[in-house]
Nanobody
Framework: VQVVESGGGLVQAGGSLRLSCAVS???????????MGWFRQDPGNQRELVAT???????NYADSVKGRFTISRDNDKKTVDLQMINLKPEETAVYHC??????????????WGQGTQVTVSS
């Protein structure tokens, strides 16, 4: 299984970015993806939840991003996106994609991407 993020970069405070994440390497009809989400981590801090979305499209957001970030997914393409607007300097971090995947021969597992850097300048 591979989880690959893209879309990070440098943006000024108040700007926007869209992150994308794609899952590959699972077998259609045998393996399945449940919740997908985005987490972030900056040096010296623990990884924190940004947003998650269930397989049925129910979204959950950290209080700090409500109204500014929107998470969406495409179950057929096995992708999850995070649209971020009005970004703040304190949101500079490495953003990681997470997918909870059931594999027929392994059961449930948490799969993480390597992360994509988001830098918000003041």
């Amino acid at each position: 299984v591979q989880v690959v993020e893209s879309g990070g970069g440098l943006v000024q405070a108040g700007g926007s970015l869209r992150l994308s994440c794609a899952v590959s390497g699972i077998s259609r009809g045998i393996d399945s993806i449940d919740t997908m989400g985005w987490f972030r981590q900056d040096p010296g801090n623990q990884r924190e939840l940004v947003a998650t979305i269930s397989s049925r499209g129910r979204a959950n957001y950290a209080d700090s991003v409500k109204g500014r970030f929107t998470i969406s997914r495409d179950n057929d393409k096995k992708t999850v996106d995070l649209q971020m607007i009005n970004l703040k300097p304190e949101e500079t971090a490495v953003y990681h994609c997470n997918a909870k995947i059931f594999r027929f021969n392994q059961g449930w597992g948490d799969y993480w991407g390597q992360g994509t850097q988001v830098t918000v300048s003041s």
